[in-house]
């Protein structure tokens, strides 16, 4: 839909024009205007890039080395007149081509499903009240509400807000983030970077609070004017991917090499030009694994879908790998180990004991409740100043709609806006008694907010944050018995009371001020206040964290908490969880600052299992010393200024609940409830993931080398090919395709989590894969090539011989397969209903081979034939060899490992 933009040159009118000619207000639209708006504008999206067709992803399926020997192969097949062979080939590179193209064309729409499961939401405000929306339905004049984190949704024509910084790199180019200043009126003519009245779609807010007027929307936004190229990237494949193809290329090239000079022996030996090919071509076809590709993205893929059931949305396909290789979960506390619902459940006035809070976590109901049971009336007075403060210096929202209580913002500001109401205080209804003049709005880096509020006429402060912060603004605190001087080693006492028993305390504070009047309220101004009272509030441990926790240290995973809250909150919730031993585990963000040198600092993140009172860019440092330890990081994160750890972690956990934009684009993983067990339960289907991988890649090296086995002592002993190319074929994509394909769904063994991880380092072939895949290939292909010889040596011809060496292979892959299902189980301890793909794709593979024996067209292809029922009895007891083989290998291995850790 093509429509003109709203309003042209913005930033050349000021915010109250703007507005005018919108048709809107400071309070925003009616829900009958947006909707209105809505269908005349649009949806506020940018057009996506258009996923490939069926058919280019069907040609997509030819554009392989390996289907390259495959063609070449079907036309010299043509060229020395086998029909037959060349009509087969062509029949199974079509069948390869649909089953790829199946694949791939559905984890294509399986990958579009995922990313609607996690959508962008703006904050706005319509008909005065707050309301969080999907950023799709933005229209023209809605005000949106901006915070440190937010992706800005659409192009918007500033309204107020003070140290309001915005990341434009995206549009501009700059590196350093750009300060907004919305009184300004700008020139019409002024370049897009000088328009600091504006901020534009996609841009990243990195510092501070604004309001806005929605003046474009979706194409018409400076974004969708180069949506094109945005969208045109292309996203980089998965190391895995990469390095698989790698593989294959090297076999490619080295059988090329082997064929030459197994060619070379075999022309010395008089072979005619026409079987030295056919010999040439059947080793190529024998030893490329031609549906490795196909099968590890089948494995990743359902890799993903069961991430996604355990609530773990992967928005880059190698974090499935790399999770499940993860040695250090670096994690946040509140929400994620926490549930993330703060309740105020003590309130400590100066020299009194604590009183206790009752009622629901998100619910006002509930009391007061005082050592001697309810307060008297000058502690009433008390409370409602201290309630007062609470709501005024506040930034959330709490109120009612027909589906019952809502509300916005942080925790702790909701919190508070409960405990308030508990007592009558309403936060409308105090605004409007003591209307905001200014305000400093909290951040991380101040751990305090502030209100400027006019009282009788006189400017009032009012304060809220981390004690350390607060004190230093007063000089007086209140009691029920009056005012008197500050304290401060008993108001400390009294928090660290608080704080040990695993509250995070919060101070409160108010008093006038003198500000001048062209003066811009700010911490400077924050003095002579008086300390009103703490708040103990408490956010209660999910159920499922301890547990986790304990999963994690039996998965040979390290844990580490890192918070921004006081080290004895900290400290309570760490031995509740089993994290810390002893105080010598926590290890505070001014201790990390203190230390001289990269050295001391690793030598206290070493030790550490605690890191409390962070800030935002010590995360990073912890996650860099980490590295430098040798850990390999996973570490979740929610806020814009955990960015940067996000990306420096090998992988970056974002919250999806609680998660800024900035967060969730920086991460690998999403968590969709923002719950740590998420996180765990995404490891353990990590490593199922990859033990998969391995498990496909032993199936199809294993096979190839056996095919590679039999050639060699057929060429050595001057026997006959003991398959033809086309044969070889059939074997490799159609049997053995069916069967790694439904290997790739095979579930957990059920101890992926009772192991360390594997070593990032580690190779796929490492030393047991390499071991096994060389055992396995001899015994196949010395029995296949015994029978081979004994068959021609009775007499039967050359066609017959190789009718049951084929049938013999492709019962040595369905018998083998079992064998992949555990590198150290026993196969017969797996249920064959665990996997019911693999047991019906096993058996699907053998029937069509023996309904092709049976079918006249394809039989003379193959050139195969029936065989008796007891001559396929005799080559599947020929076939359970490896059964056998496997099954002692897997024994002597796993008594060699206990009596190695017995001693």
């Not at 029920?480 to 304290?487: Q, S």
């Amino acid at each position: 839909m093509n429509i003109d933009s709203a309003i042209s040159a913005p930033h050349a009118s000021t915010f109250d024009e703007v507005l005018s000619e919108l048709g809107s207000s400071r309070h925003g639209l009616s829900q009958a205007e947006v909707t209105d708006r809505l269908e005349h504008y649009g949806r506020n999206a940018l057009p996506r890039t258009k996923p490939p067709s069926i058919l280019q992803v069907f040609l997509h399926q030819f554009a392989s080395p390996l289907i390259y020997v495959l063609v070449l192969a079907a036309l010299v097949s043509l060229a020395i007149q086998e029909w037959s062979d060349a009509g087969f080939i062509a029949a199974v590179l079509l069948v390869n081509a649909i089953i790829g193209t199946f694949q791939e064309y559905s984890a294509q729409r399986g990958a579009e499903a995922l990313h609607q499961l996690v959508t962008t939401k703006s904050r706005v405000l319509r008909e005065a009240d707050s309301y969080e929306v999907d950023a799709e339905e933005l229209v023209p004049g809605d005000i949106v509400l901006l915070e440190a984190g937010d992706k800005v949704p659409a192009d918007l024509r500033l309204l107020s807000g003070r140290d309001f910084e915005v990341d434009e790199s995206l549009l501009t180019g700059e590196s350093t983030a750009v300060t907004k200043d919305a009184d300004k009126t700008l020139p019409h003519d002024s370049a897009l970077g000088d328009r600091v009245n504006m901020a534009f779609a996609g841009t990243m807010v990195s510092r501070g609070r604004e309001r806005g007027v929605v003046v474009d929307t979706g194409l018409n936004t400076q974004l969708g004017r180069i949506a094109t190229g945005v969208l045109a990237k292309r996203t980089a494949k998965a190391p895995l991917l990469v390095r698989m193809e790698k593989f294959t290329r090297r076999i490619a090239i080295a059988v090329a090499i082997a064929a030459l000079i197994m060619a070379a022996v075999a022309l010395s030996r008089g072979m005619s030009l026409n079987e030295v090919f056919l010999l040439a071509v059947a080793l190529a076809v024998s030893a490329i694994p031609e549906g490795l590709p196909v099968a590890l993205t089948v494995a990743l893929a359902i890799g993903m879908q069961r991430m996604a059931q355990r609530n773990v949305i992967v928005r880059r396909l190698v974090a499935v790998e790399s999770l499940g290789s993860c040695t250090y979960i670096a994690t946040d506390k509140t929400g994620t180990l926490t549930e993330n619902r703060l309740a105020v459940r003590r309130i400590a006035f100066p020299n009194c004991n604590q009183w206790e809070v009752t009622g629901e976590t998100l619910e006002p109901s509930g009391s007061i409740v005082t050592p001697t049971g309810g307060p008297s009336p000058k502690e009433q007075e008390l409370l409602a100043r201290l309630c007062r403060v609470a709501v005024l210096a506040n930034e959330g929202f709490l109120g009612r709609r027909d589906s019952g209580w809502v509300h916005y913002g942080d925790a702790v500001d909701v919190a508070l806006l409960v405990m308030a109401h508990k007592v009558g205080v309403v936060q409308a209804e105090t605004v409007n008694a003591y209307p905001e003049i200014s305000n400093i709005p909290f951040e991380s880096e101040r751990q305090f907010s502030g209100s400027l509020n006019d009282v009788d006429g006189r400017s009032h402060a009012f304060v809220k944050g981390a004690l350390e912060r607060i004190l230093p603004f007063c000089n007086s605190m209140e009691t029920p018995e009056g005012l008197v001087l500050l304290d401060q080693t008993l108001l400390e006492e009294q928090a660290h009371i608080m704080a040990s028993t695993g509250y995070r305390v919060i101070a409160l504070a108010d008093g006038a001020v003198q500000l001048g009047s062209n003066e811009i309220f700010s911490e400077e101004h924050l003095s002579g206040l008086t300390l009103i009272g703490l708040v103990g509030m408490i956010d209660p441990l999910r159920t499922e964290a301890k547990s986790a926790v304990t999963v994690c240290r039996e998965a040979g995973i390290e844990v580490a908490m890192v918070t921004g809250d006081h080290p004895t909150t900290a400290a309570t919730i760490a031995k509740e969880l089993g994290l810390i031993d002893s105080a010598e585990q926590i290890v505070t963000g001014s201790q990390l600052k203190q230390s001289g040198d990269e050295a001391e600092s690793d030598r206290l993140v070493r030790k550490a299992r605690v890191f409390a009172r962070v800030e935002p860019q010590q995360k990073l440092d912890i996650v860099q010393s980490l590295q430098r330890e040798g850990y390999f990081v996973a570490v979740s994160g929610d806020g814009a200024n955990d960015a940067p750890a996000l990306r420096a972690a090998q992988v970056g956990v974002a919250m999806g609940k609680s998660g800024t934009d900035v967060a969730r684009e920086t991460a690998e993983l999403i968590i969709t409830d923002d719950n740590f067990a998420s996180i765990v339960g995404g490891v353990e289907e990590g490593r199922i993931a990859y033990a998969n991988v391995r498990k496909v890649v032993f199936l199809l090296i294993s096979t190839g080398a056996a095919e590679l086995v039999l050639f060699t002592l057929a060429l050595l002993t001057n026997l006959p090919l003991p398959l033809l190319p086309v044969q070889l074929l059939w074997l490799n994509l159609v049997t053995n395709g069916i069967q790694d394909v439904a290997l790739a769904f095979e579930p957990g063994e059920g101890n992926e989590l009772r192991h360390p991880p594997r070593p990032p380092q580690e190779s796929i072939f490492n030393r047991l894969m390499i071991e096994r895949v060389l055992l396995s290939a001899l015994v196949m292909g010395v029995v296949a090539f015994l029978l081979f010889q004994w068959l021609l040596q009775s007499g039967l011809s050359v066609d017959e011989a190789r009718n049951s060496t084929l049938l013999l292979m492709v019962l040595f892959e369905n018998v083998h397969v079992f064998n992949c299902r555990s590198e150290t189980r026993s196969a017969f301890r797996h249920s064959l209903m665990r996997n019911p793909i693999l047991l019906f794709g096993t058996v699907a593979a053998q029937l069509i081979h023996i309904g092709a024996m049976y079918t006249p067209w394809i039989n003379d292809v193959l050139h195969i034939q029936p065989v008796s029922l007891e001559h396929w009895g005799n080559l599947l007891g020929m076939a359970l060899s490896i059964l056998l083989v496997i099954e002692v290998h897997k024994a002597v291995l796993n008594y060699y490992r206990l009596n190695v850790r017995r001693t």
